[in-house]
């Protein structure tokens, strides 16, 4: 079965400063999805970032990239120039593909952005 | 509003009461799923939906949970007997016939059980 684990409960950064929180998934597919996806408090998910397993080249979305290892399963998001308003819970997940549609999701990162 | 939506957005219930949950997920989106999100934990799948086939189901869901989409649209997500353990965020997403399916959260429902 595919696990995702995200060893940094919490994290802090410095507002205008660059973060990069880590994420490893163990899978014996070759094929799948990963994402990030961002809970700020009391407010719903809101995806970040995807990444297809099949692209060597890493996924960039304005100020959020990956470092996408696959030979190592390793998935990092790097936020640069960190806003207060980035402050929120960070989950990476994980999608096979093809077959099923449910995501496999870490625990989460908290993501604090000091002024 | 276009997102998905969710109903209520808070319940409180006494052990042993039955609670339903609805869910609308944006049109036209024909896979909607639902997840269970505990205080530190991420969310963990429970069901998904092919417009109104129930296509897979976690072993997390007892038989005291029960989820429909009739007619491939709204969703419902019933919990028999509540029990204290069953206290959570229920969430739900849903998402377009796209290869890549990205999902689309709904802000949630949060169940506590007394």
């Known amino acids: 079965a595919q696990t995702v684990t995200q060893s940094q409960p919490e994290m802090s950064v410095q507002e205008a400063e660059t973060v990069t929180l880590s994420c490893t998934y163990d899978?014996?597919?070759?094929?799948?999805?990963l994402f990030w996806y961002k809970q700020p408090p009391s407010r719903q998910m809101i995806l970040v970032i995807r990444?297809?397993?099949?692209?060597?080249q890493n996924a960039t979305e304005n100020r959020f990239s990956v470092n996408f290892q696959k030979a190592a399963k390793s998935f990092s998001l790097k936020i640069s120039d960190s806003q207060l308003g980035d402050a929120a819970m960070y989950f990476c997940?994980?999608?096979?593909?093809?077959?099923?549609?449910?995501?496999?999701f870490g625990t989460g990162t908290r993501l604090k952005v000091l002024a | 509003d276009t997102g998905v939506s969710q109903d209520p957005r808070h319940k409180i219930t006494k052990r042993g009461q039955n609670v339903t949950f609805r869910c609308d997920p944006i049109?036209?989106?024909?896979?909607l799923y639902w997840y269970r999100q505990t205080l530190g934990q991420g969310p963990e799948f429970l069901t998904y939906?092919?417009?109104?086939?129930?296509?897979?189901k976690s072993r997390l869901l007892s038989d005291r949970f029960s989820a429909e989409r009739p007619k491939g649209s709204f969703s419902t997500l019933e919990i028999q007997r509540t029990e204290q353990g069953d206290s959570a965020m229920y969430l739900c997403?849903?998402?377009?016939?796209?290869?890549?399916?990205?999902?689309?959260f709904g802000p949630g429902t949060r169940l506590t059980v007394l």
């Open positions: 990444q297809e397993a099949y692209k060597q």
């Open positions: 997940a994980y999608r096979s593909l093809p077959g099923t549609y449910k995501y496999i």
């Open positions: 049109s036209e989106h024909n896979r």
């Open positions: 997403a849903s998402s377009p016939k796209r290869v890549y399916n990205e999902q689309f």
């Open positions: 899978t014996s597919e070759s094929d799948y999805y």
């Open positions: 939906f092919q417009n109104e086939a129930q296509l897979e």
